[in-house]
């Protein structure tokens, strides 16, 4: 009753309207502090990428083209003090990459043992160990990357992930480490294999110009439906003549109308 009483009174108006423009004005400023200390975080983040970057190209140089290993590039203690902190690492496993998808041969060679010898591969097994999809993306690309094979069994293992990002990159990963080998695994995957996560698999076997195929008839043997549509994809777009054979007893014995309308149409395309 006495706030019901307080209420028609209309004497709380005031006080209320008060301290709502105060609180109004309270949190726009604090709001404002927020905004102009990240973007000042920001403005000194790329200003040290900026100074890191020339110091790590002069580093990776001298590693591709002088034969310096790390073992003489960790005496430098001005180096040792930056390789210390967690954003440096970071930039520089990035120029690493960067690096390392334009160059082939011995100066690749040479990018990976040092991507060893630094103790960076230690930091991408942390980040395929983290709890965060996007992290765990990051150390699968990495490692991948570097063609660290050790690191196949773990990176397959997310390809079970729900998350369809963490799924994709950790297939294609597997595919660039071990080729089929990277989607036998897939036949015993109850999950759906759906039309995106299909096409980037068959991508990630163009682009990384898969030699040995050996293998992928066994997506045909599976109980999951999807990935006999997969394999059946992946003869087709790769003109796997030497699967015929395979895609032939499927045709005849498919599980359902579906894949054997699939099947008749991909023996009819290798055949013609």
């Given at each position: 009753?006495?706030?019901?009483?307080?209420?028609?009174?209309?004497?709380?108006?005031?006080?209320?309207?008060?301290?709502?423009?105060?609180?109004?004005?309270?949190?726009?400023?604090?709001?404002?502090?927020?905004?102009?200390?990240?973007?000042?975080?920001?403005?000194?983040?790329?200003?040290?990428?900026?100074?890191?970057?020339?110091?790590?190209?002069?580093?990776?140089?001298?590693?591709?083209?002088?034969?310096?290993?790390?073992?003489?590039?960790?005496?430098?203690?001005?180096?040792?003090?930056?390789?210390?902190?967690?954003?440096?690492?970071?930039?520089?496993?990035?120029?690493?990459?960067?690096?390392?998808k334009n160059y082939e041969g011995v100066y690749a060679q040479k990018l990976?043992?040092?991507?060893?010898?630094?103790?960076?591969?230690?930091?991408?097994?942390?980040?395929?160990?983290?709890?965060?999809?996007?992290?765990?993306?990051?150390?699968?690309?990495?490692?991948?990357?570097?063609?660290?094979?050790?690191?196949?069994?773990?990176?397959?293992?997310?390809?079970?992930?729900?998350?369809?990002?963490?799924?994709?990159?950790?297939?294609?990963?597997?595919?660039?480490?071990?080729?089929?080998?990277g989607i036998v695994h897939l036949t015993e995957h109850d999950d759906i294999?759906?039309?995106?996560?299909?096409?980037?698999?068959?991508?990630?076997?163009?682009?990384?110009?898969?030699?040995?195929?050996?293998?992928?008839?066994?997506?045909?043997?599976?109980?999951?439906?999807?990935?006999?549509?997969?394999?059946?994809?992946?003869?087709?777009?790769?003109?796997?003549?030497?699967?015929?054979?395979?895609?032939?007893?499927?045709?005849?014995?498919?599980?359902?109308?579906?894949?054997?309308?699939?099947?008749q149409s991909v023996l009819q395309a290798l055949t013609v």
């Amino acid at each position: 009753m006495n706030l019901w009483e307080l209420y028609k009174s209309g004497e709380w108006e005031i006080p209320f309207l008060t301290f709502s423009i105060y609180l109004f004005v309270l949190a726009s400023f604090v709001f404002y502090l927020i905004i102009v200390g990240s973007r000042n975080r920001n403005i000194k983040r790329e200003k040290r990428r900026l100074e890191y970057d020339v110091l790590i190209e002069k580093v990776l140089s001298s590693v591709i083209f002088q034969d310096v290993l790390y073992s003489e590039i960790k005496k430098d203690k001005n180096f040792l003090v930056l390789f210390d902190t967690n954003f440096f690492r970071e930039v520089l496993t990035e120029t690493l990459i960067n690096l390392h998808k334009n160059y082939e041969g011995v100066y690749a060679q040479k990018l990976e043992q040092f991507y060893k010898d630094s103790g960076l591969i230690k930091d991408s097994f942390k980040k395929l160990k983290n709890f965060k999809w996007e992290i765990k993306c990051k150390g699968i690309t990495e490692l991948a990357e570097f063609n660290i094979k050790e690191a196949f069994n773990q990176i397959i293992a997310c390809a079970k992930a729900r998350n369809k990002t963490l799924k994709i990159t950790a297939i294609n990963a597997g595919i660039k480490l071990e080729g089929t080998k990277g989607i036998v695994h897939l036949t015993e995957h109850d999950d759906i294999i759906d039309e995106w996560t299909q096409v980037n698999i068959i991508s990630a076997f163009k682009k990384h110009d898969i030699g040995d195929t050996k293998g992928v008839e066994l997506l045909l043997e599976s109980q999951n439906t999807t990935v006999v549509s997969l394999g059946l994809k992946l003869i087709k777009e790769l003109k796997l003549t030497q699967k015929v054979p395979f895609v032939a007893e499927l045709s005849t014995n498919a599980p359902n109308a579906t894949i054997k309308y699939e099947a008749q149409s991909v023996l009819q395309a290798l055949t013609v």
